[in-house]
């Protein structure tokens, strides 16, 4: 009776000692892996088998004995493999094409011309992803304080704020020591470019700093900081917005399974973090603030989107015949319709070269999304196109912007040289990429592209409104963007004009006090982009 009682005694000491490790274990796991404690979550169960199995192997170890308890803990954890296993299988595309072919609702067939809106020229985004990296850095270099210590997040957010579209981005930590000797008054400032005007990039400066950051460690990382006050929510992607009032935030999607058990990812909210307060709160989507644009995360709901064209006739379709099966093209890019963020790509039917079937535009709020039943040129081959038309240059283009040009749906493209310096801008029909127009400035390559329209007899003949005004000049200042010299002008009304250099060599003879005559379209912009210029005798 005595050595039973011995053989429990010291069997519970071999389970505390056990269950002590492997408690410690669990902490590091948890803190390193940050799974969401949700039963729809597989990596959950693997990481309680795992656990189970780490326990059951320690215990064997330490008490050099195999109990029949513990071959059932075995048991239990291929157990919950199994079920991870088999609940995935039955949540997998292969058996359920049809569901993923129709989880996301799509508006087919709409008029572009009507539903796409135009957009004022002074307002078409210009400055793409690589520019904007090299105007942030280019800015935080210019105070040695701010650029020794940290550095611009190169995941730049593209928000909706006043109508217009920005670039924004949060500054990081440079490395440990950084961060650890600035931790506690935070991060006070942030990036905002205005996508189409280069020249309006501003580093924000705030009262107090942003402790929360995705780079920072230990409890102020942005992840760890939701995950442990968000334990169940299984989390996406997160963007860095701001408010009306240029409040930063980061808003980070919160996702659900939608078919079977495991699949079928889709954003049902987000959580909002205040990084300088240190504070968060989840939001269904119905909830949100006005101001959030990103709750689906892109990569999501691309692959929602490829999957509507990929099982239009089921799973086995998909490996053998192909019929009637659509894909999105590489890449995509983001435009502003009702002052909402949407992201969109061209559809190409699979195993097309260079060609598109339509496009599709997702809002990326609401998961609202929109095919434009269209056959044209892919963006590559508009790329091409415009390449094509100043090849003794050798300037790149850039990813094309979709836009509406007297109801014809064009890609706005940007040339760049080999220093990723903007040189020219292009327009390219999206249904006959013969149909292109470049020039140095935004307004002169659209006057060249509608007289292209004309001629080929995709538009009436259009008569450019112009503008034509005698002003005196109150000051006159030359600034380089982007390697282009530019001349900007105040007159004595306050309104500010501004023209290229190298399109009105005019510019030099101006002096403060002279009488000027301006041509220019009545753009309705801060700053007035010039036609042409004439000096009043």
Do not use: C
């Not at 942030?136 to 190169?154: A, D, F, M, R």
């Not at 890019?333 to 009702?338: C, P």
């Amino acid at each position: 009776m005595k050595n039973k009682k011995n053989n429990s005694l010291i069997q519970l000491t071999h389970v505390i000692k056990t269950s002590v490790i492997v408690f410690v274990l669990l902490f590091v796991i948890d803190y390193i892996t940050l799974p969401a404690w949700n039963f729809r979550n597989p990596m959950l169960y693997i990481l309680i088998a795992i656990l189970i199995t780490i326990w059951t192997v320690l215990f064997q170890f330490i008490s050099r004995k195999l109990y029949t308890w513990t071959k059932f803990a075995y048991l239990i954890s291929i157990g919950l493999i199994a079920f991870t296993v088999v609940f995935g299988f039955l949540s997998s595309e292969m058996l359920n094409a049809s569901q993923y072919q129709q989880q996301i609702k799509i508006t087919s067939n709409v008029s572009f011309d009507a539903s796409f809106e135009s957009i004022a020229l002074n307002k078409i985004p210009v400055v793409d992803k690589s520019t904007a990296i090299k105007l942030g850095e280019k800015q935080i270099g210019t105070i040695q304080s701010l650029g020794s210590q940290y550095y611009v997040n190169p995941k730049y957010t593209i928000i909706s704020q006043n109508n217009a579209l920005y670039r924004v981005a949060n500054l990081e930590y440079r490395d440990f020591i950084k961060w650890l000797n600035n931790r506690n008054q935070g991060i006070t400032s942030f990036v905002k470019v205005n996508v189409s005007n280069p020249s309006d990039v501003s580093l924000i400066n705030l009262q107090e700093g942003m402790k929360i950051l995705p780079n920072a460690l230990f409890n102020d990382n942005l992840y760890r900081f939701v995950r442990f006050n968000h334990r169940d929510k299984i989390l996406g992607s997160y963007a860095f917005e701001l408010d009306d009032q240029n409040k930063p935030y980061f808003v980070v999607s919160v996702l659900s399974p939608e078919i079977g058990m495991f699949g079928g990812l889709s954003a049902q909210g987000a959580i909002i973090v205040d990084p300088v307060n240190k504070t968060s709160a989840y939001y269904d989507i119905a909830d949100l603030p006005q101001w959030v644009d990103h709750v689906q995360p892109t990569e999501i709901a691309w692959s929602q989107i490829d999957n509507w064209g990929y099982y239009i006739n089921g799973f086995f379709n998909t490996l053998f015949a192909q019929k009637d099966m659509i894909q999105t093209t590489e890449g995509y890019n983001y435009v502003l319709l009702n002052d909402q963020i949407h992201v969109y790509s061209g559809l190409t039917s699979v195993g097309a070269d260079r060609s598109i079937v339509g496009f599709s535009l997702i809002n990326l709020r609401t998961k609202e999304a929109r095919f434009y039943q269209l056959g044209g040129a892919d963006e590559y081959a508009a790329m091409s196109s415009a390449q094509g038309q100043v090849q003794h240059l050798g300037y790149i283009a850039t990813f094309p912007v979709l836009i509406n040009i007297e109801g014809v749906p064009t890609y706005f493209i940007a040339l760049k040289d080999r220093e990723e310096l903007v040189k020219m801008y292009a327009m390219v029909a999206v249904t006959n990429y013969d149909a292109v127009g470049v020039a140095e400035s935004v307004n002169l390559a659209y006057q060249t592209y509608v007289q292209r329209l004309t001629s080929l007899n995709m538009i009436d003949t259009i008569i450019q409104p112009t503008n034509q005004k005698d002003i005196l000049v109150l000051s006159k200042d030359q600034v380089v963007m982007d390697g282009n010299s530019y001349v900007i002008i105040k007159d004595d009304t306050g309104d500010i004009y501004s023209f290229k250099l190298s399109l009105n060599l005019n510019a030099l003879f101006i002096e403060p006090g002279t009488t000027i005559k301006v041509t220019f379209n009545d753009l309705n912009a801060d700053v007035i982009e010039v036609i042409a210029i004439q000096i009043v005798e």
